[in-house]
């Protein structure tokens, strides 16, 4: 159930928290100024003041088709892809080299920008890299209950093995439940061990399958761009064990990747939208902000009207910078993404003057 601070309660109806707290003093209630009004107390008090109070406490899921998808709405969805392993093993450059190949073979002339997620095709087939290489982004996004990555690519260096941050990107994706495939890179490198990192990675039980286990691992070289497309296979392989899946035809859910305030455009958000399509015009609701999609591009810069499930997109329209993780929902209704907008701010403060405020008993009689 909802509620609201008697502070707020007070300012949004133009008087004093004080006279507020003796008028519920009256209805035999003790209260402080931070204290959450249920909603029934709230419409007595706001009625007692002349105003009628509309319970806009809506339970987003219940606007957002919440339901689980029936099996025939489903339809096959491109896996999203995050790349780890340990500092200076290839990571970025793995990134650059597979997106740099796959640009080429596409579309010409096509400007890549950064938004923090790109996809590529093999075969008519796409995959969605989340470019935010590093373990920060992973674990910061799974800390606020983001579950975004389908696959994990460890990259290890050829000669350098298994070390610390490698070690951590594999408990990660292990706790995270995520499948992670191996990519041994630098392979071209005259010191490359390959056999000695597939030993390596035993100890953590990933047994390569040419050695009879199950985990995927393909020799590469971001540099020399050796068995970028194999990997790439390897990828769509096992998307295809996992079944992945999504409802495309209903409003859209998803999660903020990257998001900033840019100066002539406001807020730009990328979104990789998890169910549903996302479509220009949608209403909005990004953690605190609502807006509505004004426009959407994709990592080539290019203007994009509808964008379905594991596509990442870069949005204008909102009315504030989201956090990464955020939950995205679109809305049909205006009126309602900025209800909800404007419920989890009150909360926010209301979380956020709880922790400040030492506000006691006594001061406020005194105050009184
Ligand atoms: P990250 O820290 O994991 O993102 O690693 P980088 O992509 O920045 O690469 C670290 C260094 O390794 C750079 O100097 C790269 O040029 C080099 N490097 C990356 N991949 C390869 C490769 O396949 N072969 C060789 N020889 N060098 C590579
Ligand atoms: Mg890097």
């Given at each position: 159930?909802?509620?609201?601070?008697?502070?707020?309660?007070?300012?949004?109806?133009?008087?004093?928290?004080?006279?507020?707290?003796?008028?519920?003093?009256k209805m035999?209630?003790?209260?402080?100024i931070?204290?959450?009004?249920d909603?029934?107390?709230?419409?007595?008090?706001?009625?007692?003041?002349?105003?009628e109070?509309?319970?806009?406490?809506?339970?987003?899921?219940?606007?957002h088709?919440?339901?689980?998808?029936?099996?025939?709405?489903?339809?096959?969805?491109p896996p999203v892809?995050?790349i780890?392993?340990?500092?200076?093993?290839?990571?970025?450059?793995l990134?650059?080299a597979?997106?740099?190949?796959?640009?080429?073979a596409g579309?010409?002339?096509?400007?890549?920008?950064?938004?923090?997620?790109?996809?590529?095709?093999?075969?008519?087939?796409?995959i969605?890299?989340?470019d935010t290489?590093?373990h920060?982004a992973f674990?910061?996004?799974?800390?606020?209950?983001?579950?975004?990555?389908?696959?994990?690519?460890l990259?290890?260096?050829?000669?350098?093995?298994?070390?610390?941050?490698?070690?951590?990107?594999?408990?990660?994706?292990?706790?995270?439940?995520v499948?992670?495939?191996?990519?041994?890179?630098?392979?071209?490198?005259?010191?490359?061990?390959?056999?000695?990192?597939?030993?390596?990675?035993?100890?953590?039980g990933?047994v390569a399958s040419?050695?009879?286990?199950?985990a995927?691992?393909?020799?590469?070289?971001?540099?020399?761009?050796?068995?970028?497309?194999?990997?790439?296979?390897?990828?769509?392989l096992q998307?295809?064990?996992?079944?992945?899946?999504?409802n495309?035809?209903?409003l859209?859910?998803?999660?903020i990747v990257?998001?900033?305030?840019d100066?002539?455009?406001?807020?730009?958000?990328t979104?990789?939208?998890q169910?549903?399509?996302?479509k220009?015009?949608?209403?909005c609701?990004?953690?605190i902000?609502?807006?509505?999609?004004?426009?959407?591009?994709?990592?080539?810069?290019?203007?994009?009207?509808?964008?379905?499930?594991?596509r990442?997109?870069?949005?204008?329209?909102?009315?504030?910078?989201?956090?990464?993780?955020?939950?995205?929902?679109?809305?049909?209704?205006e009126?309602?993404a900025?209800?909800?907008?404007?419920l989890?701010?009150?909360?926010q403060?209301?979380?956020?003057?709880?922790k400040?405020?030492?506000i006691?008993l006594?001061?406020?009689?005194k105050q009184?």
């Amino acid at each position: 159930t909802e509620t609201i601070s008697v502070g707020e309660l007070a300012k949004r109806m133009g008087i004093k928290a004080t006279d507020l707290i003796k008028s519920l003093m009256k209805m035999g209630m003790m209260v402080t100024i931070n204290h959450a009004l249920d909603f029934d107390t709230a419409v007595i008090l706001a009625s007692e003041y002349g105003y009628e109070v509309e319970n806009v406490a809506v339970d987003l899921d219940e606007i957002h088709e919440s339901a689980p998808d029936a099996p025939e709405t489903l339809i096959k969805r491109p896996p999203v892809v995050t790349i780890m392993g340990h500092v200076d093993h290839g990571k970025t450059s793995l990134l650059d080299a597979i997106r740099e190949a796959n640009v080429i073979a596409g579309e010409a002339g096509g400007i890549t920008q950064h938004i923090g997620a790109y996809d590529v095709e093999l075969d008519g087939r796409k995959i969605t890299f989340l470019d935010t290489p590093g373990h920060e982004a992973f674990t910061a996004m799974r800390a606020r209950g983001a579950k975004v990555t389908d696959i994990v690519i460890l990259v290890v260096a050829a000669d350098d093995g298994v070390m610390p941050q490698t070690r951590e990107a594999i408990n990660h994706s292990k706790a995270a439940g995520v499948p992670i495939i191996v990519a041994i890179n630098k392979i071209d490198k005259p010191d490359a061990r390959a056999e000695r990192v597939k030993q390596e990675l035993m100890e953590f039980g990933l047994v390569a399958s040419e050695w009879g286990g199950d985990a995927t691992m393909v020799e590469v070289s971001a540099k020399k761009r050796l068995n970028l497309e194999e990997l790439l296979e390897m990828i769509l392989l096992q998307a295809d064990v996992m079944e992945l899946k999504a409802n495309p035809d209903k409003l859209a859910k998803g999660t903020i990747v990257e998001a900033k305030l840019d100066r002539g455009r406001g807020p730009v958000a990328t979104v990789l939208v998890q169910e549903g399509t996302l479509k220009t015009g949608d209403f909005c609701v990004v953690g605190i902000h609502s807006g509505r999609v004004r426009a959407m591009q994709n990592d080539r810069g290019e203007k994009v009207l509808e964008a379905g499930p594991s596509r990442p997109v870069e949005v204008i329209g909102l009315s504030g910078v989201p956090d990464a993780g955020d939950v995205f929902v679109s809305l049909k209704d205006e009126k309602q993404a900025k209800e909800i907008a404007t419920l989890r701010q009150i909360k926010q403060r209301e979380a956020e003057l709880a922790k400040h405020s030492k506000i006691t008993l006594e001061d406020l009689y005194k105050q009184i």
